[in-house]
């Protein structure tokens, strides 16, 4: 089975920085991959489809890019309501199945 | 707008049967460009995805639950269900359910379910 790593596992950063977000699929991938945003209490939210295609709504200061195995999710100037943690998630189109990453906590510096 | 909503029982005794279903509104099950799918978590971990139905009864599942799960649609109802036998301590998690298209993009709001005596 396909296992997807993120890192960092978490991270401080104050309002305005710069963020990436890294996730390394265990094997090639192309562009089937997700990431989401979580608050704590709630589901999890779409952000990022296809590698690099923004879910409609989702902030353009939100964007994604990779393909094959190293994937990054970059927030360009962090909001306060930004700080969440964020999980990358891929698709296996045969057999169909899904993979999530474990997750990176970002936290007010 | 689509909606999911999860129910079922917040309380489940060890070796026995988990059972939720998830309510869709706004959207159709019986929708051939979309996966049904029920996700869990943990309190405090990650999330794991646990299978998916589609509206003609084709599933796929976890490798890890597969000997335990069952899912199923009622497209007349427009919901689909989740069925985990054997439960242990280890199954206690925030159930979601998902619709899937090019990724998951709706989500129900989750039910804690709690595996105990």
């Known amino acids: 089975a396909i296992q997807l790593t993120q890192s960092p596992s978490s991270l401080s950063a104050s309002v305005g920085d710069r963020v990436t977000i890294t996730c390394r699929a265990s094997?090639?991938?192309?562009?089937?991959l997700a990431w989401y945003q979580q608050k704590p209490g709630k589901a999890p939210k779409l952000l990022i489809y296809d590698a690099s295609s923004l879910e409609s709504g989702v902030p353009s200061r939100f964007s994604g890019s990779g393909s094959g195995t190293d994937f990054t999710l970059t927030i360009s100037s962090l909001q306060p309501e930004d700080f969440a943690t964020y999980y990358c998630q891929q698709f296996n189109s045969y057999p169909r199945m899904y993979t999530f990453g474990q997750g990176t906590k970002l936290e007010i510096k | 707008q689509v909606q999911l909503q999860e129910s079922g029982p917040g309380l489940v005794k060890p070796s026995e049967t988990l059972s939720l279903t998830c309510t869709v509104s706004?959207?159709?099950?019986?929708?051939?460009?979309?996966?049904w799918s029920w996700i869990r978590q943990p309190p405090g971990k990650g999330l794991e995805w646990i299978g998916y139905?589609?509206?003609?009864?084709?599933?796929n599942y976890n490798p890890s639950l597969k000997s335990r799960v069952t899912i199923s649609v009622d497209t007349s109802k427009n919901q689909f269900s989740l069925k985990l036998s054997s439960v242990t301590a280890a199954d206690t998690a925030v159930y979601y359910c998902a619709r899937v298209g090019r990724a998951f993009d709706y989500w129900g709001q989750g039910t804690l379910v709690t595996v105990s005596s």
């Open positions: 139905i589609y509206y003609s009864g084709s599933t």
């Open positions: 094997q090639g991938i192309s562009s089937a």
């Open positions: 706004g959207g159709s099950v019986s929708s051939g460009s979309y996966y």
